[in-house]
DNA sequence: AATCATCAGATTGTCAACAATGTTTGTCGA
DNA sequence: TCGACAAACATTGTTGACAATCTGATGATT
């Protein structure tokens, strides 16, 4: 099969989408060198396209542009974890907050659902599901909070969470593995505000808490399997 | 003068600078449309450069990008303002509450020089430092409280913060006019936590509800006088 | 053997021409 | 006069080629 260059010709949001959820997956290691020929290649897209996605993941933080240099998965270092996670604490907190007043059946029952499906991923030890699922956890909060702003931001922060995990994490393969211990409790008390901020505050904390501040792991894996259609 | 178009290179970050000084400073009005050719004849850069700058404008939430039509300075609307006063409140409650507690001798004195600042553009009623200098001190206090992601976060907001006035304004010249009395009360009593987040809540709160949410006003004027060097 | 200059290869940065799309203007017919 | 259609124009989107830059290796020199 040598014609592998004329697959399909994937528009921008795709590239981007799966780019990021590559990385936010943890399927592309941090530090992994991205060149725009090779993306090219895989998506079959020229590498202006590519080029300008690079510079939105970079915006987003997800990636770190280096001039004349290229591209990398971005290694965030010990300081912007933690500021990543003072961010998180800042915003969540307030979206729990609001969300505790506003929000109504349908809300609670569709954070439920959510639960539940979580729940599954964790029965089958699917853990790319498990953990897209748990950041969409969060990211549904921020939804259903209806601050767009404040959800947008959190989208980023938790891709860089997750970038994070991949380099510092001691043992839990998934930021919410005692789903229905933190997650539950979180969503059962949702109708008092205290509670809710405190349990969200006390999740995010243990989050970073279980962090490890000394390896650097790197492994580079071949994109072209991980991204290829 | 028919040379006009070969003036000086001017570098991306220059480009997006002037850029965002213009939009923010309110020298361009919300809705203006800006054609790629226009400023690259301005800047003497090429369209591909303009091109990516004004993603990141947009990125930023600046400027809004319209597939196939074009750029155009943002007009948000009552609810992304609404969103964006809490978004801020969000982030610079937080911001305020941390400096209090680290803040020191260094710290306080670059905060007092600035009102000063601020203080003499008010009494020269130079608008445009005024504006400029307002933001500025809000960003001030997002780099002294130490949090790059925050205060990345938070210049954004400022700038769409100079936008939404732009278009809801309805008397005051400036977001901090009775600068030595928020300011400065602000900037006093920051050894007390308490008090200091309360009244940065407050001076939010007294910005956004100074807001006219009616009219659209619209006025359009030659980029060229704005922009040219 | 170690250090530094130089050169080839690879990669990113820039550009200008071309294609696709949207907008306006002008024309025709009712 | 008004509306619909069509052509001309203006603007954005895309591409491939070329220039600038960086990396790593080679080899000369001390």
Redesign the pocket.
Known sequence: MDMEAGKR?A??PEIYQRLWNAIAERQISPGT??????LSEIFS?????I??V?QNLAHDGLIT???????FVSKPSIEEARDVFFARRTIEERLVERLCVTIDAAGIGKLRDHVEEERKAHAHADVASAIRLSGAFHLMIAELAQSQILTDLLRDLISRTSLIMAMYQQKDVHNCRPGRTQCDRRLHRCLDAKQALAVMHHHLAHIENQLDLETDRVATHDLEDILGF
């Open positions: 010709p528009t921008d060198r991205l060149k725009e020929e090779q897209a020229s590498r202006a396209r080029r300008q690079l542009l280096v001039p004349n240099r290229g591209a």
